[in-house]
């Protein structure tokens, strides 16, 4: 069975930085894209990265192109966000999700199927 299980919110201060980890389970990781995905209060979710582990692509949605960083650990089965200079508008439920992906050499995210329980980022101004 697919497990997500998302880490390392909290609330930080505008300019600050965080690293999420999204901690998998029941599957091979290498097999499958990550992704990570944001909701804020009144807002829908939105796509913000995610990572090929079969061939190392990444992918990063404009709002975050520059700040955040997408990598996995293979030896802990461990997918990282790492988020600097965040600001208000970061503030959100962040969630990581997980897919079955076998293209070599794509440029593009598939739909992904699998979630884990979020973790809220606040950042204060």
């Known amino acids: 069975e697919v497990q997500l299980v998302e880490s390392g919110g909290g609330l930080v201060q505008a300019g600050g930085s965080l690293r999420l980890s999204c901690a998998a389970s029941?599957?091979?990781?290498?097999?499958?894209?990550i992704g990570w995905f944001r909701q804020a209060p009144g807002k829908q979710r939105e796509g913000i990265s995610c990572i090929h582990n079969n061939d190392g692509f990444t992918y990063y949605d404009d709002s975050v192109k520059g700040r955040f960083t997408i990598s996995t650990d293979y030896a802990k089965d461990t997918v990282y966000l790492e988020m600097n200079n965040l600001k208000p508008e970061d503030t959100a439920v962040y969630y990581c999700?997980?897919?079955?992906?076998?293209?070599?050499?794509?440029?593009?995210?598939?739909?992904?199927?699998?979630w884990g329980q979020g973790t809220q980022v606040t950042v204060a101004s």
């Open positions: 999700a997980a897919e079955y992906f076998d293209y070599i050499g794509s440029d593009w995210c598939p739909t992904f199927t699998h």
């Open positions: 029941g599957f091979t990781l290498h097999d499958y894209a």
